[in-house]
């Protein structure tokens, strides 16, 4: 569970994002945009499907607040919880009570929990076939152990800065490839921050020794 899990391309997603028709924006007025956006999504949640490359798919629902905090609650097919607090990714499987951390930096999630980071640097736009779309590819040319996300983001008036986050397709430093498409996406609620609280089953285990 935990080795396809926290990677977090499906076919759909790259294919919409690959394509020689010009987007409407320029690039740089693009990345500005996204940017914009990132900065401007205080909170959001939404449904989530996530499938990895060997077919499998997991649902549940996301929730994230700006910054660095995110939490991935998995549906009744998957004992799992994966949870952001601001610097670290906390993986928790309780089925084999195993707990994994990572610095969020150092994963393909960094681009999406770090609004103040720099695309102009390290995001590069992938042409779309609708102009109503734009997908970023994100990386750090000199730290590729990170890994790379690519975003994918739709023109509507109902999300932060006109754009609304689709989903994502990333790949980690030891070449899993995971994406994530969301549904139902709000935006600007109120989030409390014990959201991000988890309970950690090593404890419990210990206990009944």
């Known amino acids: 569970m935990l080795k396809y899990a926290f990677a977090l391309a499906a076919a759909p997603l790259a294919l919409m994002a690959s394509s020689t028709a010009t987007a409407q924006q320029s690039p740089s007025d ?16 939404a449904n989530f499907t996530q499938a990895d490359r060997s077919g499998q798919v997991l ?19 998957a004992n799992l919880l994966i949870v952001g607090d601001g610097k670290s990714l906390t ?18 999630l960094g681009a999406l929990l770090n609004p103040e980071r720099d695309l102009s640097k390290y995001g590069k736009l ?18 590729p152990e990170y890994g790379v996300i690519t975003m994918i983001f739709t023109k509507s008036a109902r999300g932060p800065a006109g754009l609304v986050l689709d989903g994502w397709v990333s790949l980690d430093s030891k070449n899993n490839r995971t994406s994530i498409r969301l549904e139902n996406q709000k935006f600007g609620g109120s989030v409390d921050n014990s959201t991000f609280n988890w309970t950690d089953p090593r404890k419990k285990s210990r206990s009944k020794r």
């Open 59 to 77: 649902s549940g629902k996301l929730t994230l607040k700006q910054p660095g905090k995110i939490r991935f609650q998995y549906g009744k097919d």
């Open 30 to 45: 693009s990345l500005n945009t996204i940017s914009a956006h990132l900065r401007a999504m205080t909170t959001m949640t």
């Open 126 to 143: 992938i042409p779309t076939r609708n102009p109503g779309v734009l997908s970023v590819e994100v990386r750090d040319p000199k730290r």
């Open 91 to 108: 993986m928790i499987d309780y089925d084999v009570n195993q707990v994994q951390r990572w610095p969020i930096k150092n994963s393909p």
